[in-house]
């Protein structure tokens, strides 16, 4: 508070794995993650808002698979902060992302194989988790 930081937690609506054996994709369909994500746009507009994570690389961090994803599919800038304490748009740990399981397919979109990504990238961390 000294420093002029705020603290809200979300973690029930934001929090890590999901309970009960869901993907990600199901804990983002819940409405309270919703809410969430609707509430960190709208009521943090004018102020700059930092998730916390222990990780160290984006692509190992739920928050950059559950979270940034959907705050960047909605629009909202998001830098990720790394280790050395450079940043990195989301935008190019997508491509990461791509790179490592999107596969090629040149018929298939762009969102058609960043999902398939992303769901790869999900069932490897709970492979690393479990």
Not at 41 to 66: G, S
Not at 78 to 103: F, N, Q
Request: aromatic share 4%; with cysteine.
């Amino acid at each position: 508070k000294e420093a002029g930081i705020d603290y809200v937690w979300q973690g029930e609506a934001l929090g890590g794995m999901p309970k009960g054996g869901g993907s990600y994709d199901d804990a983002a369909a819940r409405p309270a993650f919703k809410d969430a994500i609707g509430r960190l746009i709208t009521d943090n507009a004018d102020i700059q808002l930092c998730l916390m994570c222990a990780e160290k690389e984006p692509l190992d961090c739920h928050r950059t698979v559950l979270v940034s994803r959907r705050l960047a599919e909605r629009g909202a800038a998001v830098e990720h902060l790394l280790a050395d304490g450079t940043t990195r748009p989301h935008g190019e740990i997508e491509e990461a992302l791509l790179r490592k399981g999107g596969g090629d397919d040149l018929f298939e979109d762009r969102t058609a194989r960043l999902a398939r990504a992303y769901s790869a990238r999900e069932k490897a961390m709970k492979g690393k988790a479990g």
